[in-house]
C-alpha cells in the first residue's frame, strides 16, 4: 500500500491534516487508535474562547473545518469581552460533544481520497533522512511519501488519579507505545508534559435554583463565514463558587500527601494559565473564591463539565470539595477528574512548515508539539497539511508571518523558542493584536486559502464580496473599526514593514556550519542549535543580540550576491 500522505492520530489536528491532504488530491490515509474516538473532546466541551476563537476563524478563512462543525453542533454561543476592544473581543461554543464527534466522523468518511484506518502506529520508517511510512501493530508496514504525526496526550500516557497510576492515552484508552521510542531512533528530543481534567456531574443532583443563570447571547456569534444561526437548541451555562471550605478540602489533601500534583508522583509541566484546582487554591493562596461554569455537554445526556475545576485528587477528596459549594451540596458524579502526562516533542525541532528538520517528509502538529486545547491542534494539523502538500506538489511552503495571523503567532513561538509547559493561545502573545482581529480575519487569510486551493473558489469570491461591502459601508462594524483604529494602523505599518522583511530574509545553511566572523560562540551555538529559518526568527532568539543579527546579515548579503 502506498500513500501520498499517512496522517497519525484522528484527534482535532489529525482529522485537519487529513482533510486538507485529501481536499488537495492527495490519496491520503488516516490511522487511529479508534474510529468511534474521531475528533473526541478530551475534556471541555466548547470551542472558541479569546485567542482560541480566532484561530478557528482563521481556520474558517483558510478553508479548514472546525468552524462549520463547531457552528453546526453549538449550543450556548457567546462573545467574550463583547465590552472591551476589538482586538480581544471573541467567538466561543459550548459544543454538544457527541453530535461534534459524529459530525466530524461522518465528515472525513464521505471525503473523496481519504481512507479510514483503526490500528496502532508503533514505528516509522525512513530512508536516508527521508520518512518513507509507518509500522502499524496489526496491519503492517504501510508506505507514505509523507507522514504528519498528531498523537495528542497518548505518547507514553500516564493517567494519574489519586494514588493511582495506569497507563492510558486518555481515559479508557490505551497509551501509544513504541512511537516515542522510534522518534527518539530519528534523532527527536522528547520532553514530558501534563495535563487534567475536571470531574464530570449528574445535572439531575445539582440545585440550579440556587445559581446564577447565564444565556447565550442573541443573536449568537458564529464561526463559520456562512453560518446565520444556531441550527440546535441554545441552553444556558450556570455559575457557581469554590468558597473556603472548598479550599480547606483540598489545602487539607495537599498538605496529607494526597495530591499526585504535589507529592512527587506527577513530573511533568502542567499549564500555567489552565491550572488545576489544587494548582489555584496555591498560587493564589489569598483568593477566596474561584469562579466555576457548569456547562452541559449536550442535549441529550446529564453530564455537565464544572469548567474551572481540573484535577487529579483522589475521589473521595473529589466529591468532598464538590459538595461544599453552592447548588452542590447532594451532587453526583459521573466521570472523575485525572490528569495524563505524556511526552512531547520540543518544537525548536521543527520548521516553520512544521516539518522535521531531520527526516524529511515528517511532520509533526497538535498536542505532540507542546500545546493543548483543540483550536491550537486544529490550526497546526491544517499548516501542516497545507505543507506537507506544498511540498509533494513542490510548490511554496505556507508560512503564515505574525502579523498575518495568531496561527503565525502559535507556530512561530512553538519552533523559534520551544515551550517548557503545555502552550496556549492568548492575545498578549501577538505584537500587534489590533491587526489580529476576528472581524478582519477574511481581508487577512481569504486569498493565502484561495491561492492553496484549500478555500473553494466561490467561497474566496463571497468572503471578498462581504469584505468589498463591508468596507464601503459606515453602518457596518468591520468600516467603523477601520476608521477608529485607521491611525493607530498607519502608525505601525513600518514596524509591520520592518518585521516582513526580517522574515524574508532566509538565512543560509553556512552560517550553521562555519563560524561567520565577529560571531561569539556563544550566537554561534545558539544558531547551530535552532537552524531558524530567517533574520526574523533569528532575532526573536534569546541571546541572539542585534549585533549578531547585523553580522548574520552581511553573511545573508554576501551569499545573495554570490549566488
Ligand atoms: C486529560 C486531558 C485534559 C485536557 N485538558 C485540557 C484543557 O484544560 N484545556 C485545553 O484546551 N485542552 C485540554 N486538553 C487537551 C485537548 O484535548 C487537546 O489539546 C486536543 O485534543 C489535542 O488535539 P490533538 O489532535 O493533538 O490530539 P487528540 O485530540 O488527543 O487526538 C490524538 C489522536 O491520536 C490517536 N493516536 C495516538 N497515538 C496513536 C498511534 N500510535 N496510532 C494511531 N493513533 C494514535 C488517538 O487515538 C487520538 O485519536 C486535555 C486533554 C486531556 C486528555
Same mark, same amino acid.
Given at each position: 500500500m502506498q500513500f501520498d500522505v499517512l496522517v497519525i492520530g484522528g484527534g482535532h489536528a489529525g482529522c485537519e491534516a487529513a482533510l486538507c491532504t485529501a481536499r488537495l488530491g492527495l490519496k491520503t490515509l488516516l490511522i487511529t487508535?479508534?474510529?468511534?474516538?474521531?475528533?473526541?473532546?478530551?475534556?471541555?466541551?466548547a470551542i472558541g474562547g479569546v485567542g482560541k476563537g480566532h484561530l478557528v476563524k482563521e481556520i474558517d478563512a483558510l478553508g479548514g473545518e472546525m468552524p462549520k462543525i463547531a457552528d453546526l453542533t453549538g449550543i450556548h454561543f457567546r462573545t467574550l469581552?463583547?465590552?472591551?476592544?476589538?482586538? !480581544?473581543q471573541a467567538t466561543r461554543c459550548q459544543s454538544d460533544m457527541e453530535r461534534y464527534r459524529r459530525r466530524m466522523t461522518e465528515v472525513v468518511f464521505k471525503t473523496p481520497n481519504l481512507s479510514l484506518r483503526q490500528d496502532d502506529v508503533v514505528g516509522l520508517l525512513s530512508e536516508a533522512a527521508q520518512i518513507t511510512g509507518v509500522v502499524t501493530k496489526h496491519s503492517g508496514e504501510i508506505r507514505a511519501c509523507s507522514v504528519i504525526v498528531t498523537t495528542g496526550t497518548f505518547l507514553g500516557g500516564q493517567l494519574h488519579l489519586g494514588h493511582e497510576k495506569m497507563p492510558g492515552g486518555r481515559a479508557g484508552e490505551a497509551p501509544s507505545s513504541g512511537l516515542s521510542y522510534s522518534l527518539s531512533q530519528l534523532g527527536l528530543e522528547l520532553g514530558r508534559l501534563k495535563t487534567g481534567t475536571c470531574p464530570r456531574l449528574d445535572?439531575?443532583?445539582?440545585?440550579?435554583?440556587e445559581l446564577e443563570e447565564q444565556q447565550p447571547d442573541s443573536p449568537a456569534p458564529m464561526f463559520?463565514?456562512?453560518?446565520?444561526?444556531? !441550527?440546535l437548541k441554545q441552553v444556558s451555562c450556570h455559575i457557581t463558587y469554590t468558597n473556603t471550605n472548598t479550599h480547606h478540602v483540598i489545602q487539607e489533601a495537599i498538605q496529607s500527601g494526597r495530591a499526585p500534583l504535589y507529592n512527587g508522583q506527577i513530573a511533568g509541566a502542567g499549564p500555567r494559565y489552565c491550572p488545576s484546582i489544587e494548582d489555584k487554591v496555591t498560587r493564589f493562596?489569598?483568593?477566596?473564591s474561584h469562579l466555576i461554569f457548569l456547562e452541559p455537554?449536550?442535549?441529550?445526556?446529564?453530564e455537565v463539565y464544572p469548567n474551572g475545576l481540573s484535577t487529579s485528587l483522589p475521589p473521595a477528596v473529589q466529591i468532598d470539595f464538590l459538595r461544599s459549594m453552592k447548588g452542590l451540596s447532594r451532587v453526583e458524579v459521573t466521570r472523575w477528574g485525572y490528569a495524563v502526562e505524556y511526552d512531547f516533542v520540543?518544537?525548536?525541532?521543527?520548521h516553520p512548515t512544521l516539518e522535521t528538520k531531520n527526516i524529511s517528509g515528517l511532520f509533526c502538529a497538535g498536542q505532540i508539539n507542546g500545546t493543548t486545547g483543540y483550536e491550537e491542534a486544529a490550526i497546526q494539523g491544517l499548516m501542516a497539511g497545507l505543507n506537507a502538500a506544498a511540498k509533494l506538489k513542490h510548490q511554496e511552503p505556507v508560512i503564515l508571518g505574525r502579523h498575518q495571523a495568531y496561527a503565525g503567532v502559535l507556530i512561530d513561538d512553538l519552533v523559534t523558542l520551544g515551550t517548557e509547559e503545555p502552550y496556549r493561545m492568548f492575545t498578549?502573545?501577538?505584537?500587534?493584536r489590533l491587526v489580529l482581529r476576528e472581524d478582519n480575519v477574511y481581508a487577512r487569510l481569504a486569498p493565502i486559502g484561495a491561492k492553496t486551493g484549500l478555500l473553494p473558489q466561490k467561497r474566496f469570491e463571497a468572503m471578498q464580496a462581504f469584505e468589498e461591502l463591508a468596507l464601503k459601508d459606515s453602518q457596518s462594524r468591520r468600516f467603523q473599526i477601520e476608521q477608529k483604529y485607521a491611525g493607530y494602523l498607519s502608525r505601525i505599518q513600518k514596524e509591520l514593514r520592518d518585521q516582513v522583511e526580517l522574515d524574508a530574509c532566509v538565512i543560509p545553511e553556512h552560517v550553521f556550519e562555519t563560524q561567520t566572523p565577529g560571531l561569539s560562540n556563544e550566537v554561534f551555538e545558539k544558531l547551530r542549535k535552532?537552524?531558524?529559518?530567517?533574520l526574523g526568527q533569528a532575532a526573536r532568539?534569546?541571546?541572539?543580540t542585534p549585533a549578531a543579527q547585523s553580522l548574520i546579515l552581511v553573511a545573508i548579503k554576501r551569499a545573495e550576491r554570490h549566488a
Open positions: 487508535g479508534s474510529l468511534d474516538r474521531i475528533a473526541a473532546m478530551s475534556c471541555n466541551p469581552n463583547a465590552s472591551r476592544g476589538p482586538a !480581544v445535572a439531575r443532583t445539582i440545585d440550579y435554583s463559520a463565514f456562512e453560518s446565520i444561526e444556531p !441550527v493562596a489569598q483568593k477566596e455537554q449536550g442535549l441529550d445526556t446529564y520540543q518544537p525548536t525541532q521543527l498578549s502573545r501577538a505584537e500587534h535552532h537552524r531558524p529559518r530567517t532568539i534569546s541571546g541572539i
